[in-house]
């Protein structure tokens, strides 16, 4: 089990409620799947993704990413339990989209850089710390299965 302190946990939530779902989840899995180009492997179906301009006006990529993000807020409302609510979000992933578990870590980092973007200053080494904590648990949690 993973202790919180109130300063990680009231970080972790003011992160996420000014986050913008639909705005920065896109992003970050557009700046993965740019970055990281074999992450689009596992997105055949969102059709043109054959460069960078593409993958960030492409409307099926910022879908996507949003869902993403609404994983993530489950995980905030489930901070003291994060691999019991990722359960069904691990068994999908790995048995039925067999999603290789790194990528999981370089969505992360992308969506690290995104929320340091926005927030600017704002984003000290402490608010990181604790954001990374965060991902790296959620991370964790979704990777469960894969073990």
Known sequence: ????TEFERSTIQSIFSKL?????GGKALAR???VYPWTQRYFGNFGNLYNAAAIMGNPKVAAHGKVVLQGLDRAVKNMDNIKAAYKELSVL?????????????LLADCLTIVVAAQMGAAFTAEVQAAF???LAVAVSSLCRQYY
Do not use: T
């Not at 089990?1 to 919180?4: A, F, K, S, Y």
């Not at 913008?20 to 920065?24: G, S, W």
């Not at 992933?93 to 870590?105: A, G, I, M, W, Y």
């Open 20 to 24: 913008d779902y639909d705005v920065a």
């Open 1 to 4: 089990m993973v202790e919180w």
């Open 93 to 105: 992933h790995s048995e039925k989209l067999n999603v290789d578990p790194d990528n999981f870590k």
């Open 132 to 134: 990374q904590k965060f």
């Open 32 to 34: 993965c799947l740019v």
